[in-house]
């Protein structure tokens, strides 16, 4: 669905207060979701899947707007993965803060009427674990749970308007992309929903290595992941 704001819209210029941001591959972010959604982060920088996309609608198609992305902590907990019960647990308190980055659209600025014409993809976004990256990568820390956030930014043409900062952006969270950052895919949960193709009553053998379950949707979801698809018939 679409999402506003939230608390505190009020307030905001005219041009930011009616926009609204529907999330693409809501029901894949949910699938994710349910599973416990992980990011790999690594020194060199990877690409998020699900890709971040929205799909705009409520502004100036003749203004100017920047969009851009970060990232905040979901809390202050740092998180292990305990296999035996297929479940993270807190291990103690969060590693010092990874220096705060925000992450432009490529596109920015542009006008509404573009931003709304067709899906926003922030596809060239890439998450790191390297706290001394110079390539403008989203440097998290591993093991740490994170709620990606979303803006929409007014290009103000008033000379002034730096005293209006507050009024000219417009933010949105969507929960269900909410990301534990990890350096390898954890979860080895097994699901009949996503499938390893063992029916759930018949026993498994317990040599036979069972795939990552967040690996198996994302090789299964991911168009740029083919070539690890088993089975998969050719075009």
């Not at 979901?74 to 807190?90: P, V």
Request: glycine content about 8%.
């Amino acid at each position: 669905g679409w999402a506003g704001e939230g608390p505190g819209s009020s307030g905001k210029n005219r041009r930011v207060c009616h926009a609204a941001a529907r999330l693409e591959m809501g029901s894949l972010w949910e699938e994710f979701n349910r599973l416990g959604t992980e990011m790999i982060v690594t020194k060199a920088g990877r690409r998020m899947f699900p890709t971040f996309q929205v799909k705009l609608s409520g502004l100036d198609p003749l203004a100017d707007y920047v969009l851009l992305m970060d990232f905040v902590p979901l809390d202050d907990k740092r998180y292990r993965y305990a296999f035996h019960s297929s479940s993270w647990l807190a291990a103690g308190r969060a590693d010092p803060a990874a220096p705060g980055r925000v992450h432009f659209h490529p596109d920015s600025p542009a006008k509404g009427a573009q931003w709304m014409r067709q899906i926003v993809s922030f596809d060239k976004l890439k998450l790191t674990n390297n706290l001394l990256d110079d390539n403008g990568h989203i440097i998290l820390n591993s093991m740490h749970r994170y709620q990606p956030r979303f803006h929409v930014v007014l290009v103000d043409p008033r000379r002034d308007s730096e005293r209006f900062a507050h009024q000219n952006f417009k933010s949105f969270s969507f929960p269900e992309t909410q990301f534990m950052a990890v350096t390898a895919y954890q979860n080895h949960r097994v699901s009949p929903a996503v499938g390893w193709g063992y029916p759930p009553s018949l026993p498994r053998d317990p040599l036979t290595p069972l795939p990552p379950q967040i690996t198996q949707l994302k090789i299964a979801s991911n168009p740029f992941a083919k070539g690890f698809r088993d089975g998969e018939p050719e075009p």
